[in-house]
C-alpha cells in the first residue's frame, strides 16, 4: 500500500469517526450542518497535506478519493438520519 492510499484511509476513518459522533446530536438541521462541515475538512486536509509537501503529484487524484468515499459516507449517514 503506497503512502497516498494510508493518507486517504486515513481520512476516511476520521471522516467516519466524525460523522458517528455527529450522528449524536438530536437536532437534524444541527447534524446535517456539521456533515457538511465534516466534507469540507476532509477536502482540506488533504490541499493542506501537499501544500505541505514538496511535491504534488497525484493531488486531484487524491482529492477525487476523499471526496467519493466522504460522500459514500455522509450519504449514508444521512439516510440513517432521515430513517431514523
Avoid at 438541521?29 to 482540506?44: E, G, K, N, P, Q
Avoid at 501537499?50 to 439516510?79: E, F, N, P
Amino acid at each position: 500500500m503506497t503512502k497516498q492510499w494510508l493518507q486517504i484511509i486515513l481520512i476516511w476513518i476520521g471522516v467516519l469517526a466524525a460523522s458517528l459522533y455527529a450522528m449524536t446530536i438530536p437536532e437534524l438541521d444541527f447534524r446535517f450542518l456539521v456533515f457538511s462541515s465534516i466534507a469540507a475538512a476532509a477536502i482540506a486536509l488533504v490541499s493542506i497535506e501537499h501544500l505541505i509537501s514538496s511535491r504534488a503529484k497525484d493531488t486531484v487524484r487524491q482529492q477525487v478519493y476523499v471526496s467519493a468515499g466522504t460522500i459514500v459516507i455522509l450519504g449514508t449517514m444521512t439516510v440513517l438520519s432521515l430513517l431514523s
